[in-house]
């Protein structure tokens, strides 16, 4: 819990996955991360993570229990393509935790994200993980991911930039942004799609 306040108030400047990618790319290249507030992050990158990461951000308190059992039923047919991880998941996951797939790391992940919705709020909860989340091999956060892949801020991104750099979440180091396949194209354009359905910006002033 002391945790989870922690972060409620405090920027964090460093997370654990970036740390450990850190030591996985040694002294070939080095992490690019620069923290900035929520009113500097565009409206249209927040929407579309939450269109492509997270689309029952604001209904559940931590699990997607409905996208879980979908998730199971697609591994289950094979057809699978994704995990079932809602943002508040990942951000406990991404800031605290090593890698891995143990049954004890999946306790500790689901504490903490009970921990994280239960003490900080939706709006601070998105704030943070854009500030971590890796969407290149050493870019770690919106706007150094923005600065480079677009040479602008991330106040500054358009709908369709925000949308590509959300398409790649799932695997940063597979999906380019820089490069995009056409999966990467296909689900800008479903994200694009799901922004307009959640009803754009707007939806953030729920928040």
Known sequence: MLIA??????DPPYSMFMWQQSRALGQQKSIHQEWVDWEFISDE??????AAEDQRFLEH??????AIAQTWQARQAG????????ISQQLAKNLF???GQSWIRKGIEAWLTVAIELIVPK?????????IAQWGDAQFGAEAASEFFFAKSARELTRWEAALLAAVLPNPVIYRVNAPSRYVTERQRWIVRNVRRLGGPGYLSEL
């Open 79 to 86: 057809t699978s393509r994704g995990g079932a991880s809602t």
């Open 45 to 50: 990158l927040k929407i579309a993570v939450i």
């Open 61 to 66: 308190s931590g699990f997607d229990w409905d």
């Open 123 to 131: 709006q601070r909860i998105l704030e943070i993980y854009l500030n």
């Open 97 to 99: 935790l090593w890698s």
């Open 5 to 10: 306040l922690m972060i409620r108030w405090i």
